[in-house]
C-alpha cells in the first residue's frame, strides 16, 4: 500500500512539472497549449493506471504465491430453512476469517453468487477447517452450526466451497464443506 502511495505522489508531481514546463514554454496559443498538455495529462494517467494494474497483480503473487494458496468461498442454495447471518472460519484451530453479511450480499449470494471468504497460504501437509454458520433456522430460531474438512495440502492451490442448501427431507439446512477440483 506504501508504494500505491508513492505512485499517486510521483505522479502528481510529474503533473506538475508537465504543467509547468507547458507553461514556460510560453506558446502564443493558449487552446493549443490547453490541448496539448490534455494528451500529456490523458497519456500519464493511461501509463499510471497500467503500472497501477501491474503493482497489483505482483503484489498479488508475492503475498499468495500459487503453490501455498488457499481460498475459501461461501456459496448459497437456501430457501426457507436457513437465513444467514455470519460465518466464522478457523484453519487449524486458528481464526482467521469472521463475516458478517448485509442484506445486499446475501441477495447476491441468493441470485447464485459466490463470497470469497478468505485466502491465504498454508504449508503443505494436512490442515483442518471449521466453519460455523451463524442466522435463523427452521421456525425462526436462532441457529449456530459447524462444519469441519481436513483437506491435505499439497503444492498447487487449494480451493474449498462452504455450501449452504436446503434438506427438504429433513427439513433443515444443510451445511456442506467441500474442496473444488
Do not use: C
Not at 514554454?25 to 490534455?38: M, Y
Not at 497501477?52 to 498479488?60: A, I, K, S, T
Request: hydrophobic fraction near 40%; charged fraction near 25%; charge should be negative.
Amino acid at each position: 500500500m506504501k508504494l500505491k502511495a508513492k505512485l499517486g505522489r510521483f505522479a502528481g508531481v510529474l503533473l506538475l512539472a508537465l504543467m509547468t514546463q507547458s507553461a514556460l514554454a510560453g506558446s502564443a496559443d493558449p487552446t493549443q497549449e490547453l490541448a496539448a498538455l490534455d494528451q500529456q495529462t490523458q497519456a500519464l494517467k493511461k501509463s499510471v493506471l497500467e503500472l497501477n494494474r501491474d503493482l497489483f497483480v505482483l503484489e498479488e503473487e508475492l503475498l499468495y504465491p500459487s503453490n501455498t494458496q488457499v481460498a475459501v468461498f461461501v456459496s448459497l442454495d437456501v430457501g426457507e430453512y436457513f437465513a444467514l447471518d455470519s460465518v466464522e472460519l478457523s484453519v487449524d484451530g486458528k481464526n482467521v476469517s469472521n463475516y458478517l453479511y448485509t442484506e445486499r450480499e446475501l441477495e447476491a449470494l441468493h441470485r447464485g453468487g459466490v463470497h470469497q471468504l478468505f485466502i491465504g497460504n498454508l504449508k503443505v501437509g494436512e490442515h483442518e477447517l471449521v466453519a460455523v454458520f451463524t442466522g435463523q433456522g427452521p421456525h425462526a430460531r436462532d441457529y449456530r452450526r459447524g462444519a469441519s474438512l481436513k483437506i491435505d495440502k499439497n503444492i498447487g492451490s487449494k480451493y474449498v466451497e462452504l455450501r449452504i442448501s436446503d434438506s427438504a427431507q429433513a427439513m433443515q439446512p444443510e451445511f456442506v464443506v467441500r474442496e473444488w477440483e
